[in-house]
């Protein structure tokens, strides 16, 4: 869904300060670069997947974003709650895994070491395990 | 017969060569063909591993950013309200003397607007009749605001970004442009 073309002037990027109401409950926003979420996105899905969903779903039934306000509040804190958790836990193997991405164009086929020794932690510390859907049968592309 | 261009009597002197020399040599048809198949048949099966890898390469990548897809739709709702609120904001503070006024409202009526598009006076029809959800395609962004990020922030240079025609006319002030 596209948002909006940005306000471009000859003076500038015209920014907007104001900032949401106060009816409208204030969420930390995520923050995260490319690199750490392409690195967590597959246990973001399988940890925060009842959110994701309900978001969709509520998505699929209305492209206003005042109604659907409620369910990414929950998208958000579910994913800031997964960076605390591995930040917690993983940092070092994810940290490894991400800078690797970052040298590389944020291709994953490039960082296969890192990304098991990553994986191999999540597993262990919390239990998430990365799979991709509607693949063929035989080795998955990532344990090759 | 006279005048025919044969060899003396007793034939060539056998120091002479004269026979054409092109001996069957080499790789026949065949194997050559063979050869060729193997290649190609070689090159055939490699690139559909490849193309077979690549596939899964990029399938893992599109399934990583659907996982993420939610995250950046609920910032960018939540930065969408944010604007279209400062701007009904800003409209109703302009137009608190006309109470009928609707801020930013696209399915509000609009007085002397007939059915079918037509300029009625009595009339008032809102613009959109759905009741889906219908963002604007236009806004207005006051140019008089103070908060603007420099040019060379995303563009890399502030060079160019005037244009003397325009800025350098004679009735060009900063709070009308172009005259008033």
């Known amino acids: 869904m596209a948002t909006h073309r940005e306000g471009i002037f000859v003076e ?16 930390d926003e995520v923050g995260a670069t490319s690199a750490p979420l392409l690195s967590m996105a597959y246990f973001f899905g399988s940890a925060c997947k009842d959110y994701s969903e309900d978001f969709v779903l509520c998505k699929n ?3 206003d974003p005042r109604k659907c306000l409620k369910e990414g509040r929950k998208v958000t804190r579910c994913a800031i709650d997964l960076i605390e958790k591995l930040k917690l836990n993983c940092n070092k193997s994810w940290e490894g895994h991400w800078k690797c991405l970052d040298e590389n164009n944020q291709m ?19 239990g998430l395990e990365k799979v991709i859907p509607d693949a063929p049968e035989g080795k998955p592309i990532h344990l090759k | 017969m006279a005048g025919q261009d044969s060899a003396p009597a007793g034939g060539f002197p056998t120091t002479i060569k004269y026979k054409r020399n092109l001996p069957t040599r080499g790789p026949s048809g065949a194997v050559l063909l063979l050869v060729a198949g193997a290649a190609m048949t070689y090159g055939l099966v490699k690139t559909t591993e490849n193309t077979r890898e690549r596939r899964e390469i990029k399938r893992e990548k599109t399934w990583a950013r659907i996982h993420l897809a939610p995250i950046f739709q609920a910032e960018a709702d939540r930065d969408m309200v944010r604007r279209m609120d ?3 904001k800003r409209e ?8 009928e006024w609707a801020a930013n409202d696209l399915k509000a009526p ?10 009625d006076e009595n009339a008032a029809e809102p613009v959109y009749h759905t009741e889906r959800y219908v963002a604007p395609t236009t ?5 008089t605001n103070e908060s603007f990020l420099d040019a060379q922030w995303w563009r890399g240079t502030k060079l160019f970004t005037k244009n ?12 009308h442009p172009i005259g008033e």
């Open chain 2, 164 to 175: 003397p025609a325009y800025h350098d006319r004679k009735d060009f002030t900063k709070e």
């Open chain 2, 92 to 99: 109703a503070e302009i137009m608190k003397d006309h109470p």
């Open chain 2, 139 to 143: 806004v207005f962004l006051p140019p």
């Open chain 1, 108 to 126: 994953l086929e490039k960082c296969r070491p890192q990304e098991k020794v990553f994986n191999d932690c999540v597993f262990q510390k919390l």
């Open chain 2, 110 to 119: 609009v007085k002397g607007l007939g059915k079918g598009g037509v300029l």
């Open chain 1, 12 to 27: 500038g990027l015209w920014v907007e300060k104001e900032s949401l109401d106060n009816s409208i409950p204030h969420v």
């Open chain 1, 61 to 63: 039934e209305s492209q």
């Open chain 2, 86 to 88: 400062a701007i009904a």
